[in-house]
């Protein structure tokens, strides 16, 4: 949406690339495919995130039940975790370690920045 508004001015603007379906592989691609023949359009970086999101959430409830606590014991014991973004892992302050890579917008569409 933002990319739209901002039509040819945003050429060469740098971002946090926060998803990449191409790096991430068949799990994200798998996850495109579907999300975009159900919606008729591709998904974003919030769509996957949000996927992965309630994914593992369950993965957790699954293992633990519904009591919070234990939930978030079993979260934490889940990573590294693999879905449709990636791979989410956190460290044992439960900190996300993921590396955010750099994007540009080139000829409209995001790319990764090398490097």
């Given at each position: 949406?933002?990319?739209?508004?901002?039509?040819?001015?945003?050429?060469?603007?740098?971002?946090?690339?926060?998803?990449?379906a191409a790096a991430v592989?068949?799990?994200?691609?798998?996850?495109?495919?579907?999300?975009?023949?159900?919606?008729?359009?591709?998904?974003?970086?919030?769509?996957?995130?949000?996927?992965?999101?309630?994914?593992?959430?369950?993965?957790?409830?699954?293992?633990?039940?519904?009591?919070?606590?234990?939930?978030?014991?079993?979260?934490?014991?889940?990573?590294?975790?693999?879905?449709?973004?990636?791979?989410?892992?956190?460290?044992?302050?439960?900190?996300?370690?993921?590396?955010?890579?750099?994007?540009?917008w080139r000829d409209?569409?995001?790319?990764?920045?090398?490097?």
């Amino acid at each position: 949406a933002c990319a739209e508004a901002a039509g040819a001015a945003i050429e060469g603007a740098l971002f946090p690339l926060l998803w990449d379906a191409a790096a991430v592989g068949e799990p994200a691609l798998e996850f495109a495919r579907r999300f975009e023949a159900r919606t008729g359009r591709a998904p974003d970086y919030a769509e996957a995130l949000a996927y992965d999101s309630i994914a593992v959430l369950l993965d957790a409830i699954g293992e633990a039940g519904i009591d919070r606590v234990a939930i978030g014991a079993a979260l934490r014991a889940l990573s590294p975790w693999s879905g449709a973004s990636g791979v989410l892992s956190w460290d044992r302050t439960g900190h996300n370690t993921r590396p955010v890579p750099l994007g540009t917008w080139r000829d409209g569409r995001a790319v990764r920045v090398s490097g």
